[in-house]
């Protein structure tokens, strides 16, 4: 199971504050899906305004495997622009 990190008070609304949780998925889609059963609106959040992080490496696509033992660290996008 890939350990989730909720790095941001962002998702407490829907996770009543858990701050880590374990969930079974092969890939960050169904991750997004299987934390969307367990705590509802949580996937729309993540699709709309998280930025994930696997095994300490930012990623991007949705399809990027997880292991067994990957860690996943959600936390809020960064917005910039130009100065």
Do not use: C, Y
């Amino acid at each position: 199971m890939a350990r989730v990190v909720f790095v941001s008070s962002t998702f407490d609304q829907f996770t009543q504050g858990v701050e880590t949780v374990d969930i079974p998925a092969s890939n960050i889609f169904g991750l997004a899906r299987a934390l969307d059963r367990r705590f509802p609106g949580l996937g729309k959040v993540i699709e709309n305004h998280a930025s994930i992080a696997v095994d300490g490496e930012v990623i991007q696509a949705w399809a990027s495997p997880l292991s067994e033992d990957s860690e996943v660290v959600l936390f809020p996008k960064v917005a910039g622009g130009r100065a």
